[in-house]
């Protein structure tokens, strides 16, 4: 099945610097990689998503970036805010006919933005 | 819209007792929903893939025997974990895909806390 790897494990970035958390996946039939963030005790929230027919997605300041040669995907947070500091898993999908998708998700990625 | 509710949001119970968390679409009708749990720093892990009106599909290592999954509806999904142990105890997150969307997005519900005591 797919296996999802993330990097860094935690990251802390000073207020208005950039962070960047990276993916691979093994599957290359995955075409679909959402990034989900996630304060303690919540649910997931979709904040940007990326298809495989594309290399690039920008949001604002988040951006998602995807080299499907490699299998490999990053997100992106530019001029980070306290409030960005969260969790944040991405994950990767493939598609199954009639039905849904499945979602393997990344280890996680504690984000920490100080002041 | 796209909204997903859960209920309980938390729920102690004692070893061996059976307990049943409900997942809702609110405003869609949801063919696929999923469930997931995650313990404390750690990721969403995917139990099983509940299709309305068949059985659910289960990942390696889930025992469907027990923890029950029934979709009946369009809008409902419920998990059961039966003879629930200290171990159970988790956080348990369900997702549902809409019908007819065209993208591949899941909305997640909010979770419900199991506490095993």
């Known amino acids: 099945g797919e296996n999802v790897e993330q990097h860094p494990s935690t990251l802390s970035v000073q207020e208005g610097d950039s962070a960047v958390i990276k993916c691979t996946y093994s599957?290359?039939?995955?075409?679909?990689f959402p990034w989900y963030k996630q304060e303690l005790g919540k649910r997931p929230q979709l904040i940007i998503d990326?298809?495989?027919?594309?290399g690039e997605k920008k949001d604002q300041r988040i951006a998602v970036t995807l080299n499907k040669t490699a299998k490999h995907f990053s997100l992106h947070i530019t001029e980070t805010q306290p409030e960005d500091s969260a969790v944040y898993f991405c994950?990767?999908?493939?598609?199954?006919?009639?039905?849904?998708?499945?979602?393997?998700f990344g280890t996680g990625t504690q984000l920490k933005v100080e002041l | 819209g796209a909204v997903v509710s859960q209920h309980p949001s938390r729920v102690i119970c004692k070893s061996g007792t059976s307990v049943k968390i409900e997942c809702r679409s609110l405003?869609?009708?949801?063919?696929?929903m999923f469930w997931y749990r995650q313990f404390p720093k750690q990721s969403l892990m995917l139990m099983a893939t509940s299709n309305e009106g068949s059985k659910a599909t289960y990942e390696q290592g889930v025992e469907k025997d027990k923890f029950l999954i029934n979709h009946a509806s369009l809008t409902l999904s419920t998990l059961t974990v039966t003879s629930a142990h200290p171990e159970d105890s988790s956080f348990y997150i369900c997702?549902?895909?809409?019908?007819?969307?065209?993208?591949?997005?899941?909305?997640f519900g909010p979770g419900t806390r199991l506490t095993v005591t």
């Open positions: 405003d869609f009708q949801a063919t696929t």
């Open positions: 599957d290359s039939a995955s075409n679909y």
């Open positions: 994950a990767a999908s493939i598609g199954i006919t009639g039905g849904g998708n499945k979602l393997t």
């Open positions: 990326i298809r495989s027919n594309v």
């Open positions: 997702s549902a895909r809409a019908v007819g969307r065209a993208g591949y997005e899941q909305y």
